[in-house]
């Protein structure tokens, strides 16, 4: 059961305190680089007039450009991610730095940045880079709250001896934060796991530009013809459609072995392959050796086109293994569609509900996957039901109950400081 459902989400319980004519929370959020699907919420944050939003860059490479590794190609997102709020790039060391070990990120201009800014909060996205522990001890020096918001669930996969050096150092690292903003169920699960107690996480849903991606995908049927024929589809056959990278995690080539499983069986249907990356000729050899027609392989789509292609096609689907969350899925409910996913999907038991709006397998399980995807291909009934309610459901999961989540955390963080610090009163 999500930890933020249909009903809970708009009840939320209001900040205290709060009115129209409170001063907004000066919040600063510590990212690597300008990310497409945060630029959004930090812009929309802003407008609410609830917060005065600033995000502290260590590098600026996303906006340069440059080979993307799982794509397997250079990448410039064609979406504005630097409007509506207020960027600042840490050094002139921002236009040379590259994610790479704990030490290529070291940002030690976070430290002035944090402790000048007058903030009411700070974000950490992440831990894995020194970064953020320069950011998370210059927070703490400067009395300022201070959150964290991640990805990991339980589900996902590391060997023993992984987990057990990686959690107590990480329960330690949590217990230094005001409180732990979960992206989802099985985030804030995780979260417990860890020791952080159940007041001190809130669930800021992971969400994408639900508003730009709802109106983009509208199109009427000529256009929308249109957008099928030209990333390929030949026919009127429901389109299955796969958008993420080419790579083994992902398992693309599990959906090309159930799609040809579907037409064995003498399901009419299309496949088609959105995205780049180290599997792709292996992929087109695949559907060579299985003598497979119907599939196309677009390529990769920027942002601004994606919309109508997702609103092009008539189920998506998303086999991966050990997958934090899987924003393109948030994408396609925007679009309307059904959705198919693996088990090990973080954002599943947030955003399917099983014959209600997709289906859900075992991640490696083709048959499973051929399963789950045939009553929606061959029902058109029960398609156009679940379809409308992927867009009812992702209506709830938006910037909107971020905006309340985040000045939730922050209200509480105040109180809980102004007790103890009560308290110590009392005490002397």
């Known amino acids: 059961m999500p930890f933020i459902t ?17 001063a907004a929370y000066r919040v600063a959020f510590v990212n690597t680089h300008p990310i497409q699907y945060f630029a959004p919420l930090y812009a929309y944050l802003t407008r609410t007039g609830r917060f005065d939003l600033t995000a502290l ?8 450009g440059g080979h993307d590794r799982g794509f397997g190609r250079a990448v410039t997102w064609d979406v504005d991610l630097l409007s509506g709020y207020t960027p600042k790039f840490m050094g002139k060391a921002a236009s040379r730095r590259r994610i790479g070990g704990f030490f290529s990120m070291v940002g030690l201009e976070l430290w002035g940045a944090i402790r000048t800014g007058r903030f009411d909060a700070v974000v950490i996205n992440g831990h894995n880079l020194a970064a953020h522990h ?3 001890a210059a927070a703490r020096s400067a009395g300022v709250p201070v959150f964290t918001r991640g990805e990991t669930h339980p589900r996902l996969k590391r060997s023993r001896w992984r987990e057990a050096l990686r959690n107590r150092p990480l329960k330690s690292w949590y217990s230094l934060f005001d409180g732990c903003l979960a992206i989802g169920t099985a985030n804030a699960r995780y979260y417990y796991l860890m020791g952080v107690p159940t007041d001190r996480v809130v669930v800021m849903p992971y969400a994408v530009d639900n508003e730009r991606y709802v109106a983009s995908a509208r199109q009427t049927a000529e256009q929308r013809a249109a957008t099928r024929a030209r990333i390929g589809i030949k026919s009127v056959a429901p ?33 088609v392959m959105v995205g780049s990356g180290a599997l792709e000729s292996d992929l087109k050899a695949l559907v060579a050796e299985l003598d497979l027609d119907g599939v196309t392989f677009p390529g990769f789509v920027n942002q601004a086109e994606l919309p109508r292609l997702y609103s092009a096609c008539d189920v998506f689907a998303l086999p991966s293994e050990n997958e934090p969350w899987g924003l393109a899925v948030n994408e396609a409910m925007c679009a309307g569609l059904p959705i198919v996913l693996s088990e090990e999907i973080g954002c599943v038991e947030d ?11 075992d991640a490696g399980d083709v048959e499973g996957l051929a399963a789950a995807l045939k009553p929606l291909l061959v029902d058109t009934g029960y398609r156009a039901r679940a379809a409308r309610a992927s867009l009812e459901r992702i209506e709830r999961w938006s910037y909107r109950e971020c905006a309340t989540a985040l000045e939730t955390a922050i209200a509480r963080a105040r109180l809980r400081r102004r007790i103890a610090g009560n308290a110590r009163t009392l005490e002397r």
Do not use: C, H, M, W
């Open 6 to 22: 249909n009903q809970a989400a708009d009840t939320l319980p209001t900040p205290p305190g709060r009115t129209e004519t409170t």
């Open 57 to 64: 860059y260590l590098s600026d490479f996303s906006l340069r």
């Open 134 to 136: 320069v950011a998370l």
């Open 239 to 271: 389109a299955i459609l796969y958008a993420a990278k080419f790579d083994r995690r992902k398992r693309p080539d599990d959906l090309v072995r159930a799609y040809a499983l579907l037409r064995k069986e003498g399901v009419a249907a299309e496949l």
């Open 351 to 361: 955003l399917v509900t099983p014959g209600v709006n997709g289906a859900t397998f």
